[in-house]
């Protein structure tokens, strides 16, 4: 049966259940947290369904709520913004380190926050980076299996299609999530397991040439990108610290490694519009000298990009760099999703702030410390944004300046 004949009640029971076993592979007798906005309660039923029957040991759920979110910024008072349920953190914290997997639905409103006092909102994420340090640890090493998958809430699909009526809004973001999802195949896990292959091959293919940087160039951008030393490229399912292999973004196209945080150079401009955390930063083009962004423009939001890279001494350094072609199952849709889930999977992008410690070889024993000097970056962030586009070129360079063409015009060579 082909997926485009299922009901909406059968397409979101897939999602959940792709969701449990071959996003999170959950364990019997593994615990579950999942974190949610509260529109996507009927996913969460699903979920927790699919969980229980994976033997679950206990599924718990956090609920957000974008009103709730709201009226903080508008009533709150200023101090109250340097506060954060630490409590609440150091449990999830202890949670991922007993062995408990991750799942994070996302899908608020992309805008929540345009029109709050950028300084107001930044204290509070700042606040709320600083109590979630350890568990964003924990999730970057991979010592706990995790995915984020999405919910098409009302608000978020009136600003993806703000011309159509919303429920023929919501239906159409559905159709859009379920297709590059792999969801409407006859078998999606099937169809997962084929795409994380080829996901494997290119990191693989990636890996062999041990490419000493990578040369992006198109309009607005000619960026020069050092990788770490021993960089290693990961895509498509990964395997945990304690050898579970889960699929942390449904859906995924990237294949990505970590950049030397110390060797980067040159400018880039981004291709599509970052949406952080409610906040909409657009035209983003900046400047790398030796790994740190020295100059800072954004046409739109360049107050909360400022206040990005000041976070700490990582934040204007990269601790990501991830390849997508310009065709793929999400960018073929032609939407700009307004979601780093989906927008980030359409388009080549580099991540300022935490390196991933997956994308290094040979981890293992070696101090924090000894990763920093071979060039992963470590910060409270991990903010992605978009750079690839139909007109971005791509080299990788080896250390006596030789040059591999990788990708023309956004596609493979
Ligand atoms: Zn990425
Ligand atoms: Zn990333």
Request: proline share 4%; with cysteine; net charge negative.
């Amino acid at each position: 049966m082909s997926g485009a004949s299922l009901t909406f009640a059968e397409r979101l029971d897939r999602l959940g259940e792709v969701a449990v076993k071959i996003g999170l592979n959950l364990q019997a007798g593994q615990e579950l947290v999942i974190s949610a906005p509260l529109e996507a309660v009927p996913l969460v039923r699903r979920l927790t369904e699919h969980a229980y029957k994976a033997g679950a040991s206990l599924v718990t759920t956090q609920y957000s709520d974008d009103e709730a979110t709201l009226a903080r910024y508008r009533f709150a008072t200023d101090d109250s913004l340097d506060t954060s349920a630490s409590w609440m953190a150091d449990g999830i914290a202890r949670a991922y380190r007993e062995g408990a997997a991750r799942l994070a639905i996302t899908g608020g409103n992309p805008t929540l926050l345009n029109g709050q006092d950028p300084t107001r909102v930044s204290r509070a994420s700042r606040a709320a980076s600083r109590a979630n340090r350890e568990a964003m640890e924990i999730i970057t090493r991979f010592d706990t299996n995790w995915t984020i998958v999405a919910f098409a809430t009302a608000s978020w699909a009136a600003q993806v299609f703000p011309d159509l009526a919303g429920e023929q809004a919501q239906a159409k973001l559905w159709d859009a999530i379920f297709a590059s999802s792999r969801l409407d195949t006859p078998d999606p896990v099937l169809a997962w397991k084929q795409h994380n292959a080829a996901l494997h091959a290119k990191a693989a293919m990636l890996n062999e040439r041990r490419f000493d940087s990578l040369h992006f160039s198109g309009p607005g951008t000619d960026l020069h990108v050092g990788l770490a030393d021993g960089h290693a490229w990961a895509g498509g399912a990964e395997h945990t610290t304690n050898g579970i292999e889960c699929n942390p973004n449904i859906p995924t196209e990237e294949v990505f490694t970590t950049p030397h945080s110390h060797r980067v150079s040159g400018h880039v401009a981004s291709t599509k519009p970052l949406f952080h955390q409610g906040t909409l930063i657009d035209e983003i083009r900046v400047t790398f000298a030796e790994g740190r962004i020295v100059e800072a423009h954004a046409s739109k939001g360049e107050d909360a990009l400022r206040r990005i890279l000041d976070t700490d001494e990582g934040a204007a350094r990269l601790g990501e760099v991830a390849l997508v072609p310009h065709a793929s199952p999400i960018s073929d849709t032609g939407i700009l999703f307004r979601n780093t889930l989906f927008d980030e999977n359409a388009s080549s992008h580099i991540a300022l702030g935490q390196a991933y410690t997956k994308c290094m070889l040979d981890t293992d024993g070696t101090s924090p410390d000894a990763l920093a000097a071979r060039g992963a970056n470590s910060s409270m962030i991990h903010i992605d944004w978009m750079i690839g586009s139909d007109k971005i070129d791509l080299d990788g360079a080896y250390r006596d300046g030789t040059k591999i063409p990788l990708m023309r015009k956004g596609a493979w060579v």
